[in-house]
């Protein structure tokens, strides 16, 4: 079992920059690849970002190309998101995932942490 534990949310101004943490309790952490995916009110949840297991491999969704950065600290337990030049566009609900290897099946999700860009 893995728990996933979501953090850094908040209200920040457009055009500010934010970096959202999750924690991930158990040591089979490293065996997932991690995605970041966010829902707004009213609006599909959508996959913002994605982590292959060691790292090495990133997938950013066009709405958040150039302006996220995905990574991860295996020593850690930990993935993190930054985004910069926020908009109010990027007001949603933050969660974190973890996938089983070389699938789309997620099998573990945090909370979500809420993030609400003004203008």
């Known amino acids: 079992q893995v728990q996933l534990v979501e953090s850094g949310g908040g209200t920040v101004q457009s055009g500010d920059s934010l970096r959202l943490s999750c924690a991930a309790s158990?040591?089979?952490?490293?065996?997932?690849?991690a995605s970041w995916f966010r829902q707004a009110p009213g609006k599909e949840r959508e996959i913002v970002a994605r982590?292959?297991?060691?790292?090495?491999?990133?997938y950013y969704a066009d709405s958040v190309k150039g302006r996220a950065t995905v990574s991860r600290d295996n020593a850690k337990n930990a993935v993190y998101l930054h985004l910069s030049n926020v908009k109010p566009e990027d007001t949603a609900n933050y969660y974190c995932?973890?996938?089983?290897?070389?699938?789309?099946?997620?099998?573990?999700w945090g909370q979500g942490t809420q993030v609400t860009v003004s203008s």
């Open positions: 982590i292959s297991q060691t790292g090495h491999i990133k």
């Open positions: 158990g040591r089979t952490f490293s065996w997932y690849s």
């Open positions: 995932a973890l996938a089983e290897r070389g699938t789309d099946d997620y099998v573990y």
